[in-house]
């Protein structure tokens, strides 16, 4: 048996403005770093034997916490990269909406519809996302759990992959940033086992 955490990043500027990131290459904001600590905190007393990153800098951030209190440098695999979201990169959501009224209300609403030239679509992320958590439930490395460290999209791939369906639960889905979503993987099938799970960070908050 194997578990996987798969950890959002840290909340970013664009986050807070609502500005489409896609694989711009953002670091977490300040205030975020206890959010990172807590997740570090709260996973730290697993038997870890691997921490896996998306190689954009917010999700490398997030992991550090963690990868120093467990001794494990991260492993980048681009496959837990950010959705290539194509010409809608960096624009503001309002923006996006204002330029393109029809596929924006196709994202809001039948996400796993759009095909948008030069966007990835939600069958393409989540292939590679499969791709890569497949390979991660076979790997025999040192302890039961691998920890993975990326991005909303991918984390609601993650989600289609443990229950054996496909991008059109996207909107059916909610990942906060921080959170802590959990994959229990035996005799070879994939189980949600938690998701979008923050007490950790309810628990940190409490205390400030």
Known sequence: ???????????????????????????????????????????????????????????????????????????????????HVGPWEGSSEDEVAAQWPAEWLCWRTEPHRLDLHGRETLAELNARVAEALDELASESVLGDTAVVFTHDAVVRAAVAWALGTGPEIYRHVDIANCSITTVR????????????????????????
């Open 1 to 83: 048996m194997r578990l996987i955490h798969l950890v959002r990043h840290g909340r970013t500027t664009s986050n807070t403005k609502k500005r489409v990131m896609g694989w711009i290459d953002e670091t977490i904001e300040t205030t975020s770093q206890p959010d990172t600590e807590a997740v570090a905190q709260a996973l730290a007393c697993e038997d870890i034997g691997l921490i896996v990153s998306s190689p954009l800098r917010r999700a490398v951030a997030t992991a550090a916490p963690l990868a120093a209190l467990v001794g494990l440098e991260p492993r980048i695999d681009d496959r837990f990269g950010e959705m």
């Open 185 to 208: 993987v035996g005799n070879g099938l994939p189980h949600l086992s938690r998701m979008n799970d923050i007490g950790h960070l309810v628990r940190t908050r409490g205390q400030e």
